[in-house]
């Protein structure tokens, strides 16, 4: 993957698409899986993928999103997801819940997993305006976690770090984390990622990843 370049040909665009005033979700739909990039919808509209360390609560985020408690499965088996799924918001833009990644074990060590399906979609996929990277809010940083966001940032997609679970711990051992996190991407990344804080339990943070992916959609 590292050696592949991303070509973002594009697909023909319609007229830029309306902005809703507060983000109000009317409508959210499954409307495909894809075992690969020719299994992706044949469409114009902006995508918004999520991915994270499996078990870190991607489902739960975008059922928190659509307002819909059970769009996106939630398991307790970590991993479940092997394909892309597409979650189409009002009708104008996607969700898109990619498989986690994490480390394989092997007979005598242990392997970096990262699914080859979601180095292609992130890589090459014209529809996509910015990555949400979940990450633990209650783990000090992990390797995993850092040496992704650091393959992200070279790819020159854009991306938030979104770090979850914010109401299992205080919100200063939370800034604490973030901090430390913050402290341990010493690789340059072409933009500077937001940090975004959550709680499906709560639904804090919410608000402010819906704000961020209006933005996205501005033309």
């Keep these: ?13 319609r007229s830029p698409l309306p902005i809703l005033g507060r983000m109000q979700i009317k409508s ?5 899986s894809a075992r ?4 992706c919808p044949a469409w114009d509209r902006p995508e918004f993928a999520f991915i994270g360390r499996s078990n870190v609560g991607k489902s739960s985020m975008i059922n928190l999103l659509s307002n819909k408690d059970a769009l996106a499965k939630v398991s307790a088996t970590p991993g479940k997801t092997r394909m892309l799924n597409f979650f189409l918001l009002n009708d104008l833009w996607c969700l898109v819940d990619l498989p986690g990644y994490g480390f394989a ?3 005598k060590s242990e392997k970096f ?5 979601v180095g292609d979609y992130l890589e090459q996929r014209a529809n996509l305006r910015r990555v949400f990277v979940l990450i633990d809010s209650r783990l000090t940083p992990q390797r995993i976690d850092v040496g992704f966001t650091a393959w992200l940032g070279g790819t020159g997609v854009p991306f938030s770090l979104v770090f979850t679970k914010a109401d299992k711990q205080s919100a200063a051992k939370t800034r604490a984390n973030i901090a430390l996190f913050q402290e341990s991407m ?3 990344h072409t933009t500077v990622p937001d940090f975004l804080t959550c709680s ?7 608000d402010e990843i819906l704000r961020g992916i209006e933005a996205s959609l501005k033309p």
């Design 113 to 117: 997993d990262f699914n080859e399906l």
């Design 186 to 188: 010493s690789q340059p």
């Design 1 to 13: 993957m590292d050696s592949m370049k991303r070509p973002n040909p594009g697909l023909p665009r």
């Design 36 to 39: 690969g990039l020719s299994d």
């Design 105 to 107: 074990k092997t007979a």
């Design 28 to 32: 959210a739909v499954f409307v495909t």
């Design 200 to 206: 499906a339990k709560t639904r804090a943070g919410r």
